[in-house]
Each structure stands twice: as structure tokens, then as C-alpha cells.
């Protein structure tokens, strides 16, 4: 069975900076958009970033334009989200999924999803 693990997850500063990877652990599948969402106690979960299966096209929330970055390995599942300028409104969990075809852009859904990193900043 694929799995989605993420990694990287900690505690900062405001106006910190972390790295989140996500990779494949067990089963592996096609190369296809991969995003990132994210969940503060009591909300619901957010989308937060894509991208796409090439790497070349990539989507964000408004709240977090301009600060993270989305990245992939070429031709492979694994994803990088760099947030930068973080503030204590950017606390959550945040996960990793994988889109439910390798060809949508961008996805209709998600199909595969990871166990999340905490990601806490400090005021």
C-alpha cells in the first residue's frame, strides 16, 4: 500500500523559516501533481500549495503567496515546501497528497494522503 510520509516539521521563530519533504514510503505510482493542505486545531483542513507533475506549474493560497515555495524531484513523488517569513497564523499540522491521476491540472481530488508534521511558530 503507498504511503505518504512527511518530514520536517518543528518548532520556529516568527519570521523562521522550515523545509517540509514528503516522499513515498511502500508502494510507489506514477508521477502526477502533488499538494500540500494544512490543519489548525478546530478549523478544518486548507489547501495551502500544488504542483504540477512536470514542475513547472504551481498554485498557492493567497495567505501564503510570496513566503512558501512548492518543489518536486524530477519525475519522481517527492515534494518540498519552503516557508519563509512564518507567522504564529501558520501553525498547523501539514500534510502531503497526491492527486488521484497523473494527468489533471489541476487535480479533482486527492487520492493519497500523508500522517502530517507539526509545524508550531512562536510570537
Known amino acids: 500500500q503507498a504511503q505518504l510520509v512527511e518530514s520536517g516539521g518543528g518548532l520556529v521563530q516568527a519570521g523562521g523559516s522550515l523545509r517540509l519533504s514528503c516522499a513515498v514510503s511502500g508502494r510507489t505510482f506514477s508521477p502526477r501533481p502533488m499538494g500540500w493542505f494544512r490543519q489548525a486545531p478546530g478549523k478544518e483542513r486548507e489547501f495551502v500549495a500544488a504542483i504540477d507533475w512536470i514542475g513547472t506549474s504551481t498554485l498557492y493560497v493567497k495567505s501564503v503567496k510570496g513566503r512558501f515555495t512548492i518543489s518536486r524531484l524530477t519525475g519522481h513523488n517527492t515534494v518540498y515546501l519552503q516557508m519563509n517569513s512564518l507567522t504564529p497564523e501558520d501553525t498547523a499540522v501539514y500534510y502531503c497528497?497526491?492527486?488521484?491521476?497523473?494527468?489533471?491540472?489541476?487535480?479533482?481530488?486527492?487520492?493519497?494522503w500523508g500522517q502530517g508534521t507539526q509545524v508550531t511558530v512562536s510570537s
Open positions: 497528497a497526491a492527486s488521484v491521476d497523473s494527468t489533471t491540472w489541476p487535480p479533482v481530488g486527492y487520492g493519497y
